[in-house]
């Protein structure tokens, strides 16, 4: 069982940042793609962003040039750092490990919540 602890969500002002951290109970260097996802009150989850462990990244259009998500294998760790943000970025964000496509884990979120 994997198990995910995210942290670093907040309340912050329109154009400010936070670093979203999630931090994994196995060894991420064997986990095929980490990922950032997002839940929005009465909304779908989304894809935010993710990195595969051949160091490929993705990006939602929504937070291109603005989120960056980064994992440092040693510390079993991986980053979502957030800047500019808008009231529109609001959501739980949640962290997924996934392996494959019928096997992946989840965090239980951290609010982000961003005020005008």
């Known amino acids: 069982q994997v198990q995910l602890v995210e942290s670093g969500g907040g309340l912050v002002q329109t154009g400010g940042s936070l670093r979203l951290s999630c931090l994994a109970s196995?060894?991420?260097?064997?986990?095929?793609?980490m990922g950032w996802y997002r839940q929005a009150p009465g909304k779908q989850r989304e894809l935010v962003a993710v990195?595969?462990?051949?160091?490929?990244?993705n990006y939602a259009d929504s937070v291109k040039g603005r989120f960056t998500i980064s994992r440092d294998n040693d510390k079993n760790t991986v980053y979502l750092q957030m800047n500019s943000l808008k009231p529109e970025d609001t959501a739980v964000y949640l962290c997924?490990?996934?392996?494959?496509?019928?096997?992946?884990?989840w965090g239980q979120g951290t609010q982000v919540t961003v005020s005008s």
């Open positions: 196995v060894r991420i260097s064997n986990i095929n793609t």
């Open positions: 990195t595969t462990s051949a160091g490929v990244t």
């Open positions: 997924r490990a996934q392996y494959t496509v019928l096997r992946s884990y």
